[in-house]
């Protein structure tokens, strides 16, 4: 290991395959088990979490007392030790081949850049269900490095990863454990290949979101549809996207001010669509993750359900990952705050958006998660109702220029200037009622504005005339639009 390499360690951080402790305290033990039930991994002693250099005076007897430890480990771990410039001793764990291994402090694996502590009936089932090569490690030699490479998808994780001082593209990928160097040669595994190849398709079936949009809460009429299938982090981006832009936004109008309410909260859903890309079961090529957005839900689908060594009283509070690799890269973008946290996330953001809980389903081979608004709280389906109610209220005696002021603040100043002052009163309510409450009905806009049904209806068509507003949808289960 050269001086460049060491730096490369250093930027990078800990990993799934790299830990950094300070001195040899009684863990060490605890992280040569976690990496040899895992895909092994190195230690460097000398080095604080937070990458700073403090340095170890490397002797004999340290080296000696670190071999007692690793030999101690049940089974024994056969473990390599190196110096780097007599300061930073390396000690490299191998994969074991006679998992599982336990330290008197119990059973440990990694899990992203920390080690877990199991049962040992958990790990026992890990070891026979899941002993196949993981997804995750696999080399994939149909992948042909650079020419199947995008190396603008990298840069683009490297931006995100806060790791773009780095220029030695080669290292990097091997220290982040996507790819091996073998005889001057690159070689990327399924992970590497399903974040940073121009055509991940060409290699995995399972590499796609699928994106939906129904009219109603049914699978019925389809609003919109799209496929994402350009690696794992612009994939996570497009799918966000498609919710956040089809989903509603009420506004609060309580002063000249508006304030915006989302139908869900962005954490909430964000957090639903990279657990599902993050823990897929991406050896199951019988479906695509789905990203479902109907009039009052989402609901999200991953083939995959629980990973068989996680019980499912344990679903909430323990973390454990089927894809480690996918999830150690991911949790050092904005898009993981925390490895094993997801969950409360979720249930934490709908309830302080005073929304219904969240739903989890998991089966054998697939998981589901509900994000309802509130309308399917019971006895809250009234609750548009009331809010436009309280709308017409406020906007009933204010003036001309008054409602314009409201309306500008409400949807910008573009329309407004476009059209505004060719408006008149009730036709101004009329957009802002729509504002509140998209599903309006022309009779409820006729009793809140104490005028004839005749009367909305020429302003209606006065509206959709100008290009302001549009119905989308039947009159029955349609609703309305401003356009913008």
């Known amino acids: 290991m050269d001086d460049k390499d060491f730096e490369l360690i250093l930027k990078t951080g800990e990993s799934f395959f790299v830990e950094f402790k300070e001195d040899v305290d009684k863990n060490i033990a605890k992280e040569m088990v976690a990496f040899s039930n895992s895909q092994g991994g190195r230690i460097f002693i000398g080095v604080t979490d937070s990458g700073e250099i403090k340095g170890i005076k490397v002797t004999n007897k340290l080296k000696s007392q670190i071999f007692d430890i690793a030999r101690n480990c049940e089974p024994p771990i056969e473990i390599k030790l190196s110096a780097y410039k007599n300061r930073i001793l390396v000690l490299e764990v191998p994969e074991g081949d006679k998992k599982p291994y336990s330290c008197s402090q119990g059973f440990f694996i990694r899990n992203g850049p920390n080690s877990q502590k199991l049962s040992r009936d958990e790990i026992l089932s890990f070891a026979y269900t899941e ?70 398709a060409k290699f995995f079936m399972t590499s796609k979101v699928v994106c939906v949009e129904y009219q109603t809460n049914d699978k019925v009429n389809i609003l919109d549809r799209k496929i994402y299938d350009d690696g794992i982090l612009e994939n996570i981006k497009q799918a966000i996207n498609f919710v956040k832009r089809r989903i509603k936004i009420e506004f609060e109008i309580k002063t000249a001010r508006r304030k915006e309410i989302p139908q869900y909260p962005e954490e909430a859903y964000r957090e639903v669509i990279v657990n599902a890309i993050m823990h897929r079961d991406y050896f199951d090529k019988s479906s695509d993750i789905m990203v479902e957005v ?167 068509l006065k509206l959709k005339n100008l290009g302001i507003i549009k119905r989308v949808g039947p009159a029955k289960g349609g609703h309305w639009e401003v356009i913008e």
Request: aromatic share 8%.
């Open 294 to 460: 109907y009039r009052n839900k989402i609901v999200v689908f991953n083939p995959g359900g629980l990973v068989k060594w996680l019980k499912p009283e344990e679903f909430g509070t323990i973390s454990k990952t089927r894809n480690p690799i996918i999830a150690s890269l991911l949790a050092r973008t904005i898009f993981v705050e925390k490895l094993g946290t997801g969950i409360n996330r979720i249930m934490r953001a709908m309830k302080s958006s005073n929304l219904p809980a969240p739903e989890f389903k998991f089966y054998e081979h697939s998981f589901y998660t509900t994000l309802s608004d509130k309308t399917m709280i019971k006895g809250a389906v009234t609750e548009p109702q009331k809010t436009v109610e309280k709308t017409g209220q406020k906007i009933q005696n204010l003036s001309r220029k008054e409602l314009l002021t409201l309306l500008e603040n409400t949807v910008g100043s573009k329309l407004v200037e476009k059209v505004g002052s060719k408006l008149v009163e009730n036709q101004l309510k009329i957009v802002l009622l729509i504002l509140e409450d998209e599903k309006i009905t022309k009779n409820k806009m006729s009793e809140i504005l104490n005028i004839s049904d005749t009367a909305v209806d020429k302003n209606i």
């Open 131 to 200: 002993g196949r090569l993981t997804f995750d490690e696999q080399i994939n030699e149909d992948f042909i490095y650079p020419d199947d490479f995008d190396k603008q998808k990298f840069s683009d994780y490297l931006k995100e990863a806060k790791l773009t001082d780095i220029t030695d593209d080669e290292s990097l990928l091997t220290n982040l454990g996507i790819a091996k160097k073998v005889k001057n040669k690159i070689l990327l595994n399924n992970v590497g290949i399903l974040f940073f190849a121009k055509n991940p």
